[in-house]
């Protein structure tokens, strides 16, 4: 049953992370080959900083269109 799953059941092993220098396109790439919808962004010591999470602006940079791409604040 649903309800009695834990997150520990449901999520990608091992877990995949950047860091905050990590080019957007390798991140990018990595969503796109491993099929998962975010990374976490983590600093030296490992500790969470941020998630970053699959967009369809992220595509243009899967494909090279880096130059079209607008963040959104």
Do not use: C, W, Y
């Amino acid at each position: 049953m649903v309800l009695q799953l834990t997150v520990a059941d449901v999520m990608t092993k091992p877990v995949l992370t950047v860091r905050a220098d990590t080019p957007l396109q390798e991140a990018v790439k990595l969503i796109s080959d491993h099929h998962v919808s975010g990374l976490p962004v983590v600093d030296e010591q490992g500790a969470l900083r941020n998630v970053i999470i699959k967009s369809e602006k992220m595509q243009l940079v899967r494909l090279g269109d880096v130059a079209e791409i607008e963040f959104d604040e």
